[in-house]
């Protein structure tokens, strides 16, 4: 039985083209229809960028005090880059706007590349076509109005990155497997390795297959989610209002019982530290 009010995590393989937030506004849909109620609080662990596939986290409920927590959680991805040409975006969401030499990059040099200037503590710029925010405001929407957008560069950590794919010499494509910490933009990534490589770059594909301990064999499709639901029975608002207020009862009366045994426990602890009474003597 499930109980969205006090809070349940959902792990969904989010598909191409779809927003983060269309995620959660379709799950919290559903959700209310069930629980006959609009009170349904649902957020997620963590933004994917419409371009981009894999592992989002969905909480709901009391669930939603943990998203910091989750969003902690070290990231895995998998990046397909396309050398020798740039984009505003650094993505597919807008046209290449640049064309580089890309034959002088060999396996070798992107190999040292990696391991000397995108391993370890980076500092990362990051892109404007994101929901960083510049003066109150999301930088994509600044971005998207051809403003100029200054954002402030980050410090994060690349724990692991190694390539999987090489279309070199023949393509200058690149497949990479990128662990890394909360607040890494892997389209800002591709972006600073094409300039290390003395060309430029861009991300074509994106799948994030880990965050935290959540892999993406673990993770249902949106539709699969949606159909669990609906054949799932709930615990209803007033239900989980009662048993939440029951427990919080509970953690009460047992919060003074362990004040009150501290405070016995200091007590005679202080008599026995106390010095002995003087017993005066009569001569």
């Not at 505003?88 to 396996?107: C, F, G, K, M, N």
């Not at 410090?155 to 909360?182: H, N, Y």
């Not at 800002?188 to 074509?204: C, E, K, N, Q, Y």
Request: proline content about 5%; hydrophobic content about 35%; some cysteine.
């Amino acid at each position: 039985m499930l109980n969205p009010i006090e809070g349940e995590i959902f792990c969904i393989d989010k598909p191409l083209r779809m927003t983060s937030f269309t995620a959660v506004k379709k799950v919290r849909a559903v959700l209310r229809t069930h629980l006959k109620t609009r009170s349904v609080k649902v957020g997620h662990a963590g933004t994917l960028d419409p371009l981009a596939t894999g592992v989002l986290l969905l909480c709901t409920g009391h669930a939603t005090k943990r998203i910091d927590e989750l969003q902690a959680g070290i990231k895995e991805y998998i990046a397909d880059l396309r050398l020798g040409a740039t984009t505003p975006s650094y993505d597919l969401e807008t046209e290449v706007d640049a064309t580089y030499e890309w034959q002088h990059i060999d396996r070798a040099l992107i190999d040292r590349v990696l391991r000397e200037q995108f391993t370890g503590s980076i500092e990362q710029v990051p892109p404007s076509f994101s929901a960083c925010k510049v003066d109150g405001k999301p930088a994509y929407k600044l971005a998207r109005k051809g403003q100029d957008v200054e954002i402030r560069p980050k410090t994060l950590v690349i724990d692991e990155i190694e390539v999987l794919q090489c279309g070199l010499p023949a393509e200058p494509t690149l497949q990479l497997r990128v662990v890394c910490s909360k607040g890494t933009y892997i389209r800002a990534l591709a972006r600073d390795i094409g300039v290390a490589l003395g060309s430029g770059a861009h991300l074509t594909g994106l799948r994030r297959t880990r965050v935290g301990d959540v892999t993406i064999d673990k993770c249902l499709t949106l539709e699969g989610l949606v159909e669990k639901l609906d054949a799932e029975t709930y615990v209803s608002p007033e239900q989980a209002a009662a048993e939440r207020l029951e427990r919080e009862r509970i953690e009460n009366r047992e919060r003074a019982a362990r004040m009150k045994a501290e405070r016995q426990a200091r007590k005679q602890a202080k008599k026995c530290d106390a010095p002995p009474k003087r017993i005066s003597q009569i001569k």
